[in-house]
């Protein structure tokens, strides 16, 4: 505790006198002739035309070869409609919001998504094909026993940022624990797609192709958040409650309405703050919601 | 008379500044920042055009931002964060050749306090470019949130850990 102002303050010297260097570096450059390129018409297509001419290149040989690159563009909303090239390049990661994506069309005219940055946050972002970024290693931290609000305050750049978001992806909510458990895995090589501005998803993580964070179990007699399933299909409502630290029981009610199979018709405890005063379910400790799925009368 | 001055100084409010007083206004310090960020004058300067280029291509629409100084900065990170990491694989594949430590690739510096700015790009990519504002530009928490679209608390919390990370890393260095 003691050492730490001093070592801040130490920082704070050094970056002011580092900053010097860098003014005198930055006022060596002639700037003059760096705006008339910065003008020059061959710099205003430039970019656009060795991107057009790449694409070319790379569809010729995706053709030929026979490729066909994956695309895990899955869960990305429509983007008809909303694409909006940004730079020629879509490496600009810290666009405006209204640079919603970058969607480029190949050959056989499925949408092929070069980047995309998403202002919403829980959506998919992707960025497959970034130029700069493409797939990349990363090492994920072990995070078994951090507090959420460690977790949250680590940057979106960070590979263990990306367990969080991760987090927020799943819809988790701390409020029913003061600790994480990552589930896996706990720790290891994540082979992910480069995030971008927004929320960055691990993929390919793990064994089973994902890093599932969970809710530690909550203190006995504290309050917990019961998240509202009521209207999600039986998977869905099962996979929230269970980010939230919750066991699921599943009872069932017949209806002959065949759009309402395999839809959560009610739940208990209902939604909100419940106080955790019941005993915790046997096999794993942790709390039990009960869930009404409906089912086709004729089963 | 008064509605002639209104429609005056709302055109006026309204219209964007001309891409020349805007790169002269801005010019030394977006360079300075891309030099702190990438290491190298040379590179620090293709960088800064490269941002000035892209917002001069698009000037109609970024002219008209709050602050189209932010947007530059928020590029020249990118491309600086952008490049370095390309390089990373680079000076791995290199530093394996040679089956010795890269050093995080210092090797091409030419800015005399470059364990400082080494350490600095280092960090995640937030942290870098907060960094880099509060130093190299010698802003305040406020114009680094506004330039980075970030509360202020958040910035603080970024220098914070950014100025914690820092004191490790220079220590681990020996150079503290």
Same mark, same amino acid.
């Given at each position: 505790?003691?050492?730490?102002?001093?070592?801040?303050?130490?920082?704070?010297?050094?970056?002011?006198?580092?900053?010097?260097?860098?003014?005198?570096?930055?006022?060596?450059?002639?700037?003059?002739?760096?705006?008339?390129? %910065?003008?020059?018409? +061959? /710099?205003?297509?430039?970019? #656009?035309?060795?991107?057009?001419?790449?694409?070319?290149?790379?569809?010729?040989?995706?053709?030929?070869?026979?490729?066909?690159?994956?695309?895990?563009?899955?869960?990305?909303?429509?983007?008809?409609? /909303?694409?909006?090239?940004?730079?020629? =390049?879509?490496?600009?990661?810290?666009?405006?919001?209204?640079?919603?994506?970058?969607?480029?069309?190949?050959? !056989?005219?499925?949408?092929?998504?070069?980047?995309?940055?998403?202002?919403?946050?829980?959506? $998919?972002?992707?960025?497959?094909? &970034? #130029?700069?970024?493409?797939? !990349?290693?990363?090492?994920?931290?072990?995070?078994?026993?951090?507090?959420?609000?460690?977790?949250?305050?680590?940057?979106?750049? =960070?590979?263990?940022?990306?367990?969080?978001?991760?987090?927020?992806?799943?819809?988790?909510?701390?409020?029913?624990?003061?600790?994480?458990?990552?589930?896996?895995?706990?720790?290891?090589?994540?082979?992910?797609?480069?995030?971008?501005?927004?929320?960055?998803?691990?993929?390919?993580?793990? #064994?089973?192709?994902?890093?599932?964070?969970?809710?530690?179990?909550?203190?006995?007699?504290?309050?917990?958040?019961?998240?509202?399933?009521?209207?999600?299909?039986?998977?869905?409502?099962?996979? %929230?409650?269970? /980010?939230?630290?919750?066991?699921?029981?599943?009872?069932?009610?017949?209806?002959? !309405?065949?759009?309402?199979?395999?839809?959560?018709?009610?739940?208990?405890?209902?939604?909100?703050?419940?106080?955790?005063?019941?005993?915790?379910?046997? =096999?794993?400790?942790?709390?039990?919601?009960?869930?009404?799925?409906?089912?086709?009368?004729?089963? | 008379?008064?509605?002639?001055?209104?429609?005056?100084?709302?055109?006026?409010?309204?219209?964007?500044?001309?891409?020349?007083?805007?790169?002269?206004?801005?010019?030394?310090?977006?360079?300075?920042?891309?030099?702190?960020?990438?290491?190298?004058?040379?590179?620090?300067?293709? %960088?800064?055009?490269?941002?000035?280029?892209?917002?001069?291509?698009?000037?109609?629409?970024?002219?008209?931002?709050?602050?189209?100084?932010?947007?530059?900065?928020?590029?020249?990170?990118?491309?600086?964060?952008? +490049?370095?990491?390309?390089?990373?694989?680079?000076?791995?594949?290199? @530093?394996?050749?040679?089956?010795?430590?890269?050093?995080?690739?210092?090797?091409?510096? &030419? $800015?005399?306090?470059?364990?400082?700015?080494? @350490?600095?790009?280092?960090?995640?990519?937030?942290?870098?470019?907060?960094?880099?504002?509060?130093?190299?530009?010698?802003?305040?928490?406020? !114009?680094?949130?506004?330039?980075?679209? +970030?509360?202020?608390?958040?910035?603080?919390?970024?220098?914070?850990?950014?100025?914690?990370?820092?004191?490790?890393?220079?220590?681990?260095?020996?150079? @503290?």
């Amino acid at each position: 505790m003691t050492d730490r102002p001093r070592d801040l303050a130490h920082i704070d010297h050094r970056g002011a006198h580092a900053a010097i260097d860098v003014r005198q570096a930055a006022g060596e450059v002639d700037t003059a002739v760096m705006y008339e390129r %910065v003008r020059a018409p +061959r /710099h205003r297509w430039l970019g #656009p035309a060795v991107a057009l001419a790449g694409t070319v290149v790379a569809v010729a040989i995706g053709v030929l070869v026979g490729l066909r690159p994956a695309l895990p563009v899955d869960s990305v909303p429509s983007m008809t409609g /909303h694409q909006k090239p940004v730079g020629g =390049t879509g490496d600009e990661w810290w666009c405006p919001p209204e640079a919603a994506a970058v969607v480029r069309q190949t050959t !056989d005219g499925e949408p092929k998504l070069v980047g995309a940055r998403l202002s919403t946050a829980g959506q $998919v972002t992707d960025w497959q094909d &970034h #130029p700069f970024g493409g797939v !990349d290693e990363r090492t994920v931290p072990d995070l078994d026993g951090r507090a959420p609000t460690w977790l949250e305050e680590l940057d979106r750049d =960070t590979p263990s940022a990306v367990c969080t978001f991760s987090v927020g992806g799943a819809g988790l909510d701390f409020a029913g624990g003061s600790h994480v458990t990552v589930v896996a895995p706990a720790r290891g090589v994540a082979r992910i797609v480069s995030e971008s501005e927004g929320t960055p998803r691990p993929r390919d993580f793990g #064994p089973d192709g994902s890093t599932e964070l969970r809710a530690a179990p909550p203190d006995w007699g504290t309050t917990i958040e019961v998240p509202d399933v009521v209207g999600m299909t039986e998977q869905e409502a099962i996979r %929230v409650l269970s /980010h939230a630290g919750l066991d699921v029981l599943t009872s069932t009610k017949a209806t002959d !309405d065949p759009a309402m199979v395999g839809v959560v018709l009610g739940q208990s405890p209902r939604p909100g703050e419940v106080s955790a005063s019941s005993p915790p379910s046997g =096999t794993t400790g942790n709390f039990s919601v009960v869930i009404q799925v409906a089912v086709d009368v004729d089963t | 008379m008064t509605v002639q001055a209104g429609a005056w100084s709302r055109e006026v409010s309204v219209s964007a500044p001309s891409f020349a007083d805007f790169y002269a206004s801005e010019v030394r310090a977006v360079v300075g920042l891309a030099i702190a960020l990438t290491a190298d004058p040379g590179v620090g300067e293709e %960088v800064a055009q490269e941002a000035f280029t892209r917002a001069y291509r698009d000037w109609g629409r970024i002219g008209d931002y709050d602050d189209p100084g932010a947007w530059v900065r928020r590029v020249v990170a990118n491309l600086a964060v952008s +490049r370095w990491r390309r390089r990373g694989s680079e000076r791995r594949a290199l @530093a394996r050749l040679r089956a010795r430590d890269d050093r995080r690739g210092t090797e091409s510096l &030419h $800015v005399v306090d470059h364990d400082f700015w080494a @350490a600095v790009r280092s960090l995640p990519r937030d942290q870098a470019l907060a960094v880099g504002l509060f130093y190299v530009e010698d802003r305040s928490v406020a !114009d680094i949130a506004a330039c980075m679209s +970030r509360p202020e608390n958040t910035v603080k919390s970024l220098l914070r850990r950014a100025r914690t990370r820092l004191a490790q890393l220079l220590d681990e260095e020996g150079l @503290a």
